[in-house]
């Protein structure tokens, strides 16, 4: 239910803050406001995208929990699109995801809202251990000898 009255204010509230810029300021500088955010967000999440990635990769090289890293990714993600929008509502948004210390304080609240069951590292979880690692499958084959080559050439399967 939160997720339509979302889809139905940001409209609303966008469009009423299109209305008041523009009544101040006018047509041609609100858009070219909206056109600059979307330059600068833009530059600012490539950036720090950079950034996370490197903050991933380096999780992954030290085995490190990668949970947030891939947050703070999934968040500067999240803020690209919001800047991208039309709009100073979403523009405003879009830019404090941006700030790393409001990524780790809507990190912190998500934590608290959510429980992580199971973890593991190393094999895979549906690996039984009992089986043998190196099994050997037998199978036979038979040479079938052709009167003529295929018309394509060899395909690395026949003999000649």
Not at 5 to 17: K, R, S, T
Not at 80 to 105: C, H
Not at 134 to 160: A, F, K, L, Q
């Amino acid at each position: 239910m939160w997720l339509f009255f979302a889809f139905l204010l940001v409209p609303l509230i966008e469009i009423a803050l299109f209305i008041q810029v523009g009544g101040l300021i006018g047509l041609w500088p609100t858009l070219l406001i909206v056109v600059l955010t979307a330059i600068a967000g833009t530059a600012l999440v490539r950036s720090q995208g950079a950034q996370a990635l490197a903050r991933l990769r380096d999780s992954f090289d030290t085995l490190r929990d990668p949970t947030e890293p891939l947050a703070h990714g999934a968040m500067i993600l999240f803020s690209g699109a919001l800047l991208l929008t039309p709009g100073f509502f979403t523009d405003a948004v879009g830019f404090a995801l941006l700030v790393p210390g409001v990524r780790n304080m809507v990190l912190r609240e998500l934590r608290k809202r959510v429980q992580v069951q199971t973890m593991s590292m190393g094999n895979a979880p549906f690996r039984d251990p009992h089986q043998p690692r190196d099994t050997v499958i037998d199978g036979s084959y038979t040479v079938e000898e052709m009167d003529e080559p295929p018309r394509d050439g060899p395909s690395g399967w026949t003999r000649h």
